[in-house]
């Protein structure tokens, strides 16, 4: 048995393939701050969702998908010819926001009182909850 679904190696395989034309032959400068995070198919491999991962503002963000969709003709041009696949799958680009959300994450633990700043209160209260309170 193949270790991965067939789905997932023509990911794989368009992942590399739109990474390599990013970093060598696109032009547009809306997409040259972009990377592609991953890649997912539908099961029919009809359908490639594209997770593009861009720093910067919301405009910032707008501009390079909309430069994503204007060159999807050229990239499905260029990329089929190595996926070696009957049909080529069509491409929908999508903004990840997991960098974003992983960010503010640690942004919300750095704030958080590390275990030396928290006073005994905040303790007891744990301690109450538990059945297993040392001083029973």
């Known amino acids: 048995m193949k270790p991965y679904a067939r789905a997932e190696r023509v990911s794989i395989k368009i992942q590399q393939a739109i990474t390599e034309l990013l970093s060598k032959k696109m032009q547009d400068p809306r997409i040259e701050m972009a990377t592609i995070s991953s890649v997912r198919m539908s099961p029919d491999l009809s359908l490639a969702y594209v ?3 861009v720093f910067g503002d919301k405009k910032r963000i707008r501009e390079a998908l909309e430069g994503f969709q204007n060159s999807k003709g050229f990239i499905k041009k260029r990329i ?3 996926l070696g696949l009957r049909i080529m799958p069509d491409l929908r680009f999508i903004h990840d926001d997991s960098f974003d959300e992983a960010a503010r994450l640690d ?3 750095d704030e958080a009182p590390k275990g030396e700043n928290r006073d005994a209160g905040d303790m007891s209260d ?3 909850r538990t059945s ?4 029973e």
């Open 132 to 135: 297993g309170d040392p001083a």
């Open 107 to 109: 942004a919300l633990i």
């Open 126 to 128: 744990t301690f109450d």
């Open 80 to 82: 089929a010819p190595k």
């Open 51 to 53: 997770y593009v991962t």
